[in-house]
């Protein structure tokens, strides 16, 4: 079995931060992205019913391009994956500005697969910071990390308000572009995260097999938990602008309402940590499952702006718990050498199951309606809660 090297508390901290400025710029991406993508589809789209396509396609992006970063990084080092998947975030930015201009729904979904590549990158950002860390700390690099996003809530809608009207005949090119430079940005500030273990050392071993792995008690639990708390996040998230826009509220307002909504995500994330380690990493994913909850019966009360803001807010809040705790979880299930098999399979399915929620969002707001919506995503999450509940029971009346 590989010992992986611990790394210092000083190279702990300078990964950390590295890896949370490098959080902070990519998530702006899917911010930028998730703000404008359905209503760009909207404009261009051959039909109305397949304005959320291109988000689609961003989902599907970070689906396929989870194990195939996943193998690089195990071959190659983490830094390898980190770079390509940058170069794909540069790319998305200058794809998508020069399909708006074209009026090219077909490139704009092109874009979005490619802006989903970066995304699926900017997953292993929580994992790699947990590399060369003590186990009692793991946590809460993790959620320090994610904390980091808290300022992808500040510079998306930012990058999106500050730029859409900057060229008026082709709304949002400008921000597209400016996209592309925060990609570069964050591939530069990347370059300098210090690995945990050489390349050679972390490929010495296989490690166990997969299905062994995948059998580990409460292993299957943990991805499902996870995997819903992210897939109602984008089932309501990818529906909410064009909803917002359908009433009648303003694209500021609807940033601000974003923006909102991926500071709850995110700033949770300076304290998850320690939440964890005092409660328990399942009972801060189910904490998650219940404020999510909330975030669709604020939804259900009415369709004024602060009915969103509210409903955004505690999506937002209820993902970070959810999504925090699995992933803190999964880390108990591998071995140094496993790592990136491990994580990048949990994020797979996580993604696979995100595809499914983001084009039938689209598809249910048209046809029924926001609160079709709300409905729609409440049977998942109370299923995901009981699976949780309901094992800790039977293992608890196991022990007694």
């Keep these: ?56 396609t961003f989902v599907l992006g970070m689906a396929a391009c989870i194990l195939p970063f996943g193998m690089l990084a195990r071959k190659h080092g983490r830094k390898a994956a980190f770079m390509t998947g940058t170069g794909a975030g540069v790319i998305t930015g200058l794809l998508a500005a ?56 500040v510079i ?62 409460g292993f299957l639990k943990t991805v499902f938990s996870g995997a819903v708390a992210y897939m109602v996040m984008n089932f309501l998230m990818t529906a909410a602008p064009l909803s917002m826009h359908m009433h009648g509220i303003s ?54 702006i602060f009915h969103y803001w509210l409903s955004l807010v505690l999506l937002g809040i209820g993902w970070n718990f959810g999504f925090t705790g699995a992933s803190a979880k999964i880390i108990d299930y591998h071995r140094p050498e496993e790592k990136t098999q491990v994580q990048s399979l949990n994020d797979f399915v996580v993604f696979g199951v995100m595809i499914v929620g983001s084009f039938s969002s689209g598809a249910l707001l048209n046809l029924y309606g926001w609160n079709a919506v709300l409905w729609g995503s409440l049977v998942p999450v109370c299923f995901a809660f009981l699976v949780i509940i309901t094992t800790r029971s039977r293992s608890t009346a196991g022990q007694e």
């Design 251 to 304: 694209q500021q307002a609807s940033n601000l309402g974003i923006q909102w909504h991926v500071i709850a995500m995110y700033g949770p994330g300076f304290f998850t940590g320690r939440l964890i380690h005092r409660f328990g990493a399942m009972r801060i994913a189910s904490a998650g499952l219940l404020i999510t909850a909330g975030s669709v019966l604020a939804g259900l009360s009415g369709t004024d």
């Design 1 to 56: 079995m590989t010992t992986e090297h611990t790394l210092s508390v000083a190279e702990q901290n300078h990964n950390i931060i590295r890896l949370s400025a490098a959080q902070a710029l990519t998530g702006a991406n899917s911010v930028v992205f998730y703000a404008t993508g359905a209503i760009v589809g909207n404009a261009i789209a051959p039909s109305a019913s397949l304005a959320t396509l291109p988000i689609t």
């Design 98 to 153: 020069l399909a708006v201009v074209m009026g090219s729904f077909l490139l704009f979904c092109v874009a979005g697969f490619l802006g989903g590549a970066y995304a699926a990158v900017a997953l292993s950002f929580r994992f790699a910071a947990t590399d060369g860390v003590a186990k009692e700390r793991r946590a809460r690099a993790l959620s320090l990390v994610m904390g980091g996003g808290v300022a992808a809530g």
């Design 156 to 217: 998306g809608p930012m990058l999106v308000t500050g730029t859409m009207n900057l060229w008026p005949p082709h709304t949002f090119t400008i921000t597209f572009i400016a996209q592309a430079l925060v990609a570069a940005i964050s591939a530069v500030i990347l370059m300098g995260v210090t690995p945990a273990e050489p390349v050679a050392a972390a490929t010495k071993s296989a490690g166990r097999p997969l299905r062994e792995i995948v059998r580990q008690p």
